[in-house]
C-alpha cells in the first residue's frame, strides 16, 4: 500500500523592524535650516539700518561693550553708553537751570547714572515742595520741573519708568490707604502730566509705587528726602531701537 507523503508547512514569524530616531534630529535641522533662510531673505529686503542694527545685537546682545551700535535716522545711537548719557545729564541739566526757581529748587533734584539707565530724583523737602501733604496732585513746583524733563525725554526712543516713595511715617489709620497707595498714585500722577507734557505715546513702560521700601536714607526713615519721585531713562537696547526706528518686528523664531 503506497503511503501519501506528509507535507508540513512552516511560517516564518517576521519581527517588526523598529526604526530609530534619527529622522526626528534630521527633520529638526531641516526646520531650523528654513527658518534661518526665511530670516536671511527678509534681511536681505530689509533697510540698512535694521541690517545694521540686527548685526549689532547679535554681535553684543547686552550692550556690554562701551560703544556699541551704528547711527540711524537723525544720528541717534543705536545703543547708548554711560558715555552718551552723561551728555543727556548734562543736557537735562542746562536746560533745567533755565526755570526761574531752579536755585530754589537745585539741592532737591539728583540726576544720577545708574545700571539701568539715567535716573532723575525729584526729592520732597519738609513743606512739600512737589506733593502738599498726603495728596498726589504735582504742586506747580513740580510741573515746571516734570514740562522741562517730558520734552527732553520725548526727544528720545528709550522707554520710561516711574517710581514713587514715601518715607516711613504711617499715612493714616485707614486700611484701604496707606503709603503703597500714595506712592503709587504720585508716580501715576507724575506719569499722567508728563505724557501730556511732551513724552510719547506709550513712552512709559513701567509706574511702580514702593512705599518706604526704598529709603534714600535707610538711617532716617522720617527724613523728607524719602519722598520722592523717580523718572528713570532706561537703556535702549539694539534690538528696541531697530524697531522703534523702522516699525518692523522680528520674525519669532521657535527653539530647535
Known sequence: MHQEPIIIFKKRRTEPVHHSGAWKV???DFVTALMSLFIVLWLM???KPIQEAV???FRDPYGSAKKTGHDIGAGEPVTQSKEDLTQL???LLR?????????????QIEITITDEGLRVELLESPKGTFFENGNSDPTAA???VLSILSVEAGKLPNPI???GHTDSTPFSDSSSYGNWELSTDRANAARRFMEGAGLRPAQVVQVRGFADRKLRKPQQPQDASNRRISILIQYQSAMEKAVTTAGDKLPAVPAP
Open 26 to 28: 534630521a527633520y529638526a
Open 45 to 47: 529686503n530689509s533697510s
Open 55 to 57: 548685526g549689532g545685537y
Open 89 to 91: 545729564k548734562n543736557n
Open 95 to 107: 536746560k533745567l537751570q533755565t526755570m526761574p526757581e531752579f536755585d530754589k529748587l537745585k539741592d
Open 142 to 144: 513740580l510741573r515746571d
Open 161 to 163: 519708568s516711574l517710581e
